[in-house]
């Protein structure tokens, strides 16, 4: 059997905190949330999400 040699590159990762009231979005789990977050909250709730807080 033979060898084989990945290459393994650095990779960045992004990652996102939504804090949401359970009061703004009834039903939210009930959404189809393989999709889009921002979608489904301006679409199904008529909510719009912001970055009023940038955290480093």
Known sequence: M???QQDISPVSVVG???YL???WC???L???LNTS???VL???FSRV???CELES
């Open 2 to 4: 033979g060898t084989h």
């Open 26 to 28: 009834p039903g939210l």
């Open 21 to 23: 009231l359970a009061s």
């Open 42 to 44: 301006r679409e199904r």
């Open 49 to 51: 999400q912001s970055r």
């Open 37 to 39: 977050l921002t979608r």
């Open 30 to 32: 009930d959404a189809d």
């Open 16 to 18: 996102e905190l939504n």
